[in-house]
């Protein structure tokens, strides 16, 4: 079989890891062959004549684009003279790129490797156990094992990013999404069951798991029986994030593995290419109160208690009528809170009725919030017309029916604790 010849296109910065790339690759046949500008033009050589020469001897370009912020002109002129070198062979370009920032515009119609060890490992699989990139009447080489794929795909991609190694100062799960996810903003079921799955060992531990790749219906198994509803909201959330829309806050909470602590995930980020997504990270966020003790009981007494700390108790000892200065930060801080306590559907009558079985409690909490409204809007009336003696009967008003909103939360609260 004749050799066939791969030329990596790379930056000068990055000849490690285009030296890296041809040691991974040439152990799985005798015959390949490489170009590395870098490494393969001789002193005094006319540099321009060898890489044409090289560019038109050469089965398949290879382009390392690992920084986008870098001048790439260069790489992308390689790529554009190797298609038109030799138009009727129509020879492959390959561009392998960093998954955080996607292939160079001017290339995205040719074919794309992200650099993650499931996609280069693909890549490497289909050079030399397939025809479908050499096209060639044989494989280079049918019988290369997939454990000795992963570990030169590895190689590659510890190269690929430089060696850095990220810490994340929180517990983040990173999803690979499997390929025939579909059109998910119109037929979205949640995340997929057969998602791969990485964490660090720390984050691992949350669910009982030793580090190492697994799937999200393997990594949450122990919660799907129960069919505990933060599973459910964080798929609705995944939906919405599919569909280009913004969901609320995430409330639910789920208990670690060691029973001990409690987290609320919340997803922090999902890539796409084109409308297909291809990545996620959920985060999670570890709370001092579990859903079922907690949830809309647990909101409704925080919401009151921000409101005393940060409203109320900073308003001790300021002269009246309220200074101006004190009144921007309060109205600041009053404003800031509502927004939280809707997002959180605090004061909806659905979460009301669910927390408060005692229908006793329910129409003292209902009138409480009536009152209180009534007299945000006046408080927000006074501010507008700039009477600061009104609002500081207003404020006196609201920290009276605060108090009293928080005593009968914190009763509740104290049932579920002890229930």
Known sequence: MDEYRIFISHKEEDQEIAVAVKTALSQFSGDLDFFISGES?????????????ELRDSDLLLLLFTEPTRKWDWC???????TKLDQEKDEPV???????HGPPSPLMAIQGVPASVADVSNFIEKLFTTTDITRREKPLNANVGKDSIERAAQAICDHFVGNIQPYYACHRLFLELPGDIGDCETDCEGIPPESRVEGSEATMRVFGRLP??????????????????????????FCDACAGRISATTTQTFRAHDGARIFRPELYRLDKQGTRPVAAVVMLTEEI????VGGPVFNRLRIAERYKMEVFDRLK????????AHVAEVMESFDLIRDEARALDVFE???????????????????LVAKWEASSDELHTAQEAQDLSQMSV??????????????????????????
């Open 317 to 324: 000892g300021v002269p009246e009528p309220l200074p101006d």
């Open 212 to 237: 190492g790749r697994t799937t999200w219906e393997e990594l949450v198994q122990e919660h799907t029986d129960a069919k505990e509803r933060w599973l459910a909201e964080l798929d609705h959330v």
């Open 41 to 53: 033009i001789a002193a005094g050589e006319d540099w321009k004549a060898v890489l044409r020469q």
């Open 349 to 367: 009558d659905e979460t009301l009725r669910r927390s408060f079985p005692d229908e006793t409690a329910q129409s003292e909490l209902t009138k």
């Open 394 to 419: 207003v404020l006196q008003r609201l920290e009276t029916l605060n108090d009293e909103y928080r005593a009968t939360v914190a009763r509740r609260y104290s049932e579920l604790l002890s229930s």
């Open 289 to 292: 109160a579990p859903a079922k």
């Open 94 to 100: 390959v561009c392998m790129y960093s998954p955080e």
């Open 76 to 82: 992308l002129y390689e790529a554009g003279l190797f």
